[in-house]
């Protein structure tokens, strides 16, 4: 599969064909680099020059407070843009670490190439828009769910929001204990315990990564 046609997939290039991406890209200039697991692509603080497009792979944006307490912000997959909402204003430093999380190809328009992507195309510029707008909903409401939330709060959240199609009120947990904590911004021991007593309380069923939500009226008073 070309570039070209895996860049259709991605909401930037939405409602535009094959032929039109192509002709697009050879307006600008842009780079192609592959990634390894654990590479680090921008670190909390660089200055943001430029577009990261991702075309494969996956990437995970994290942050580390003074005394090294990791908190998995987003994990990124598939063809998506990397920090677009940071990408123009007067403080644009990437918020977060960004690392690797699998074999990746990423594309970096520079800055003024990708300003000029978005004046000569309406349909990219009304994309980005509407990407910077949606990602910056997401981000208010993780600070909300980080910051507010206690941590069988979070569980609720999490759990609630994942059995919500799914017979039986059950899931299969894509993340060890340790990813899940880093996500919610806890401890591992604080949310095995939390975990524990949920159990205990009979409104969880809790087996390896399998979890059956067993009293949902009491799951949704936990949440704040």
Same mark, same amino acid.
Request: glycine share 8%.
């Given at each position: 599969?070309?570039?070209?046609?895996?860049?259709?997939?991605?909401?930037?290039?939405?409602?535009?064909?094959?032929?039109?991406?192509?002709?697009?890209?050879?307006? /600008?200039?842009?780079? &192609? !680099?592959?990634?390894?697991? $654990?590479? @680090?692509?921008?670190?909390?603080?660089?200055?943001?020059? =430029?577009?990261?497009?991702?075309?494969?792979?996956?990437?995970?944006?994290?942050?580390?407070?003074?005394?090294?307490?990791?908190?998995?912000?987003?994990?990124?997959?598939?063809?998506?843009?990397?920090?677009?909402?940071?990408?123009?204003?007067?403080?644009?430093?990437?918020?977060?670490?960004?690392?690797?999380?699998?074999?990746?190809?990423?594309?970096?328009?520079?800055?003024?190439?990708?300003?000029?992507?978005?004046?000569?195309?309406?349909?990219?510029?009304?994309?980005?828009?509407? /990407?910077?707008?949606? &990602? !910056?909903?997401?981000?208010? $409401?993780? @600070?909300?769910?980080?910051?507010?939330?206690?941590?069988? =709060?979070?569980?609720?959240?999490?759990?609630?929001?994942?059995?919500?199609?799914?017979?039986?009120?059950?899931?299969?947990?894509?993340?060890?204990?340790?990813?899940?904590?880093?996500?919610?911004?806890?401890?591992?021991?604080?949310?095995?315990?939390?975990?524990?007593?949920?159990?205990?309380?009979?409104?969880?069923?809790?087996?390896?990564?399998?979890?059956?939500?067993?009293?949902?009226?009491?799951?949704?008073?936990?949440?704040?």
């Amino acid at each position: 599969m070309s570039d070209c046609e895996r860049l259709s997939s991605n909401r930037l290039f939405k409602g535009l064909d094959v032929g039109v991406i192509r002709n697009l890209l050879e307006e /600008i200039s842009y780079k &192609k !680099t592959v990634y390894q697991k $654990n590479d @680090i692509i921008a670190m909390d603080g660089d200055k943001v020059y =430029g577009q990261y497009i991702m075309l494969t792979g996956g990437v995970i944006g994290q942050m580390t407070n003074y005394q090294g307490k990791v908190v998995k912000i987003e994990d990124i997959e598939g063809c998506q843009l990397i920090a677009p909402a940071f990408l123009y204003g007067s403080d644009n430093h990437y918020p977060v670490d960004i690392i690797v999380s699998k074999p990746t190809e990423i594309i970096f328009i520079e800055k003024e190439n990708f300003s000029y992507l978005l004046h000569i195309n309406t349909t990219v510029q009304q994309n980005f828009l509407n /990407i910077i707008s949606g &990602k !910056t909903q997401f981000l208010s $409401n993780k @600070i909300k769910f980080l910051a507010l939330q206690p941590i069988k =709060g979070k569980i609720a959240s999490y759990i609630l929001k994942r059995t919500r199609n799914n017979p039986g009120n059950t899931i299969v947990l894509p993340y060890s204990q340790e990813n899940l904590a880093d996500l919610f911004g806890v401890t591992r021991p604080a949310l095995a315990r939390a975990f524990g007593e949920l159990t205990q309380d009979q409104i969880l069923d809790i087996k390896g990564k399998k979890i059956t939500v067993l009293n949902e009226h009491e799951l949704k008073t936990l949440i704040q």
